[in-house]
T-cell receptor, first 115, second 109 residues
Framework: GAGVSQSPRYKVAKRGQDVALRCDPI?????LFWYQQALGQGPEFLTY????????KSGLPSDRFFAERPEGSVSTLKIQRTQQEDSAVYLC?????????????FGPGTRLLVL | QKEVEQNSGPLSVPEGAIASLNCTYS??????FFWYRQYSGKSPELIMS????GDKEDGRFTAQLNKASQYVSLLIRDSQPSDSATYLC?????????FGAGTTVTVRA
């Protein structure tokens, strides 16, 4: 694929429901990032993978949030027992190796609404 | 205090004018600096990156960096209606990007 893809694009969940958001990075990109963007705000870092290793999960808001990338390509962000404050756009980004001068390419995002 | 602060906007400029966007950051360990453009309902798209003090020009865009003042700016010359978007300032330390809240620019035809 030409870019980062994410699915679903939109998700409506009832409070308390579990959700899983998928990210397909650019082929060959070692580094993968998840961000959360609330309405009217910039993206906030959630977690970082290099291949299958989760090197930083300091931005995950609570232990209800869990991310994995078991084979070093596709990643899934899982939110358990969703709350209304989890409503946001979840963005996935990838870069070649994760260096400080590298471009992070963003996917279209998953817009999550928790009712 | 947020790590990255941007002028709050919104900023409205007439077509053909210069739009000036400002950003300050608090982490002196920040290593690289970026401007992303985000159209409504879309994902951020990188438009400029700057790594050392001074100016960097790319077409109608000029980024300026002053590490001593912890200040980054973006100038958009000859603004076009297609430049209407939210502009996000971002800084990176190692691999972690930190974003400002964004400045919304509207170019009036």
């Amino acid at each position: 694929g030409a870019g980062v893809s994410q699915s679903p694009r939109y998700k409506v969940a009832k409070r308390g429901q579990d959700v899983a958001l998928r990210c397909d990075p650019i082929s060959g990109h070692v580094s993968l990032f998840w961000y959360q963007q609330a309405l009217g705000q910039g993206p906030e870092f959630l977690t970082y993978f290099q291949n299958e290793a989760q090197l930083d999960k300091s931005g995950l808001p609570s232990d209800r949030f869990f991310a994995e990338r078991p084979e070093g390509s596709v990643s899934t962000l899982k939110i358990q027992r969703t709350q209304q404050e989890d409503s946001a756009v979840y963005l996935c980004a990838s870069s070649l190796v994760g260096g400080r001068e590298e471009t992070q390419y963003f996917g279209p995002g998953t817009r999550l609404l928790v009712l | 205090q947020k790590e990255v602060e941007q002028n709050s906007g919104p900023l409205s400029v007439p077509e053909g004018a210069i739009a000036s966007l400002n950003c300050t950051y608090s982490d002196r360990g920040s290593q690289s600096f970026f401007w992303y453009r985000q159209y409504s309902g879309k994902s951020p798209e990188l438009i400029m990156s700057i790594y050392s003090n001074g100016d960097k020009e790319d077409g109608r865009f000029t980024a300026q960096l002053n590490k001593a003042s912890q200040y980054v700016s973006l100038l958009i010359r000859d603004s076009q209606p297609s430049d209407s978007a939210t502009y996000l300032c971002a800084v990176i330390r190692d691999y972690k990007l930190s974003f400002g809240a964004g400045t919304t620019v509207t170019v009036r035809a």
